[in-house]
């Protein structure tokens, strides 16, 4: 858990560091924004892939560790019985017969008890944890949904500009908590490759949204100072989240309490985040915006102009190309992973 911790707070303080610098960019100079757009194009394919190939299958496998645990209650008993029943087949005073019957009757409870828990049991914990996935995924992608509708009719019956920039700050600022469960869900889990992957994933989504959100307060007019508050507390989200849920799984862990359960439904309630942002902000918006136009894009659809044209043009092959390797990464990065 040490090292969990550690590696958490390495992550969190490069996330929080990467989303200022990136949100410096600019208020610094200008930069291209094809690249950026390219940039952006990846790190969609990149959420994508990671919530598909990552974060559901290690949030399944939390889930589905809680019966072997419980099982393992029922077996310890056997266990007891079997080591008394050659203590009894040691003494000598005991009828052959008696022996026979006891060992008939015992054989007879652990069929009982094999059909019992390894038969049953896991039947009820299968369709159980079957509702418990859905459950999560679809939460998590209905929460983003929710929070994008209030911010966005928010945004609509205000005309003043000051309330039109808190709005599209507190958006960006939900989505990054997001972010930030999952990657305090992947550090309870202790394992270090998946906390990568997962951060690898913010990093390249985050630092666009940071470009994005300081690019639109910008052309608002906002100030400068005022402007890197707000890129303060949209830095900060992720990273504090992220170290809260790792406390609260760690205080249900020292509480006794169903740990792997809790880390699998927060895995995969993340993961139903993941793709809401990759497939109802990112790749849409990156669609809606034509290259080379100076339209700057900010990944949140409660900013004014939101919106998704039935005439937006489609990805070149190049784009598209750039989009399947940012898809595909994660599962590669994780090819070596084995539980």
Known sequence: MLEGATILLVFSFSMFIGSYVAGLIPLAFTL??????LFSIFGAGLLIGTALSVIVPEGIVALYSVPEERSNVYINPLNKTNLLKKENENINNIDRHVVKKRETFHQEVSIYDDKNHIQGVPHKHKDFHSQE???SLVTGFIFMLIIDHITHFASTINSSLSRNKITATVGLVVHAAADGIALGSAAASSKNDIQFIIFFAIMLHKAPAAFGLVSFLMLEGLEKFRIKKHLMIFSLAAPVTAIITYQILLIISSENLNYSSTTGILMLFSAGTFLYVATVHVLPELQATKKGTGELIVV?????????SSNSPQFSTKELILL??????PLLLNSGHSH
């Open 32 to 37: 291209n924004e094809n690249k950026v757009r």
């Open 133 to 135: 996935i859905g459950f």
């Open 300 to 308: 949140s659809s409660m900013t004014p102009g939101h919106s998704h």
């Open 324 to 329: 399947i390797i940012g898809a595909i990464f």
